[in-house]
């Protein structure tokens, strides 16, 4: 399915994998083989201007070798470790795989691509493989910088993109003053992370997130049905992650969250079998 404004929003099965070795092909077709609804990728640059899917620009969690992708040619690139910090098992494929590689693989399947680097060679190398397959209305534009985001949709508005952190502040100042109805926006996904995993699969840099009151804050700002179901009915998407218990996304679903983003797509695949989820809200 499009994630486009114009489409009606669904579930949307949004996964790395760890069940598999992260963002290596064999990871795409397992997740993409339990039903999974739209890959999420992260993308640098290697010194030879090839476009490499990687979560990580420094390679040391992920292969030892500590030196960035963006100081390496592709065919120097290391192989991942046997076994990563999360815990991924059981992958035998431990390349770097090309983003055009992932896109010919899956040439019908919705991605959403962060680019996690003010780079406008980056921007403009995932654009132009974009348009080469003919992506550009199930292909998301997604970072968290605003300045990051203005450098993509300048390259390529075609594409839906996500709210940044500036513009999900924006957003947030406008539901609790009333005036969101009223304003029009141009994003088509909110993604965010649920904030119950938050020091329990996930901890952040920032120690003011380790704060319990803190996250209590957090969880009632930000998870709030109306907000979501509002988005919803406007043609948007909402993602929360990252959901690798079903008690994770039975929250994510219950407070309206169209899709979650998981590192186990299987145990999604089972819980939505499981727990068939209610169409989405529609204007009236």
């Known amino acids: 399915m499009s994630p486009s404004q114009e489409e009606t929003p669904g579930v949307l099965l949004q996964t790395r994998s760890g069940e598999k070795i992260e963002n290596t092909m064999e990871a795409f077709k397992h997740a993409v083989s339990t039903d999974t609804e739209m890959l999420e990728m992260d993308c640098h640059l290697t010194l030879d201007?090839?476009?490499?899917?990687?979560?990580?620009?420094?390679?040391?969690?992920?292969?030892?070798?500590?030196?960035?992708?963006?100081?390496?040619?592709?065919?120097?690139?290391?192989?991942?470790?046997?076994?990563?910090?999360?815990?991924?098992?059981?992958?035998?494929?431990?390349?770097?795989?090309?983003?055009?590689?992932?896109?010919?693989?899956?040439?019908?399947?919705?991605?959403?691509?962060?680019?996690?680097?003010?780079?406008?060679?980056?921007?403009?190398?995932?654009?132009?493989?974009?348009?080469?397959?003919?992506?550009?209305?199930?292909?998301?534009?997604a970072s968290e910088e605003s300045v990051v985001m203005e450098k993509c949709l300048k390259e390529n508005p075609s594409m839906p993109y996500m709210f940044t952190l500036r513009r999900g502040i924006m957003l947030l100042l406008l539901f609790y003053t009333g005036l969101l109805p009223f304003v029009p926006l141009g994003e088509s996904l909110l993604m965010f992370y649920l904030p119950g995993i938050i020091n329990r699969t996930y901890i952040p840099e920032e120690s003011f997130m380790k704060n319990r009151v803190v996250l209590f804050l957090l969880q009632k700002l930000t998870m709030r049905k109306s907000l979501f179901e509002h988005l919803v009915k406007r043609g948007m998407q909402v993602l929360l992650f990252v959901c690798n218990e079903e008690t994770d996304m039975a929250s994510a679903f219950s407070i309206g969250a169209t899709g979650v983003m998981t590192d186990y797509p299987t145990t999604l695949s089972n819980y939505i079998r499981n727990h068939p989820l209610p169409p989405p809200p529609t204007l009236h």
């Open 49 to 141: 201007g090839f476009v490499v899917v990687s979560h990580d620009n420094n390679l040391l969690r992920q292969t030892g070798c500590d030196q960035t992708i963006s100081s390496l040619r592709f065919q120097d690139l290391p192989l991942y470790e046997e076994r990563l910090e999360v815990t991924f098992y059981v992958g035998k494929d431990r390349k770097f795989v090309l983003l055009e590689d992932v896109l010919k693989a899956f040439p019908n399947m919705p991605m959403t691509i962060e680019i996690k680097e003010n780079n406008d060679l980056l921007i403009k190398k995932v654009s132009d493989l974009v348009k080469n397959y003919g992506r550009e209305q199930m292909t998301v534009w």
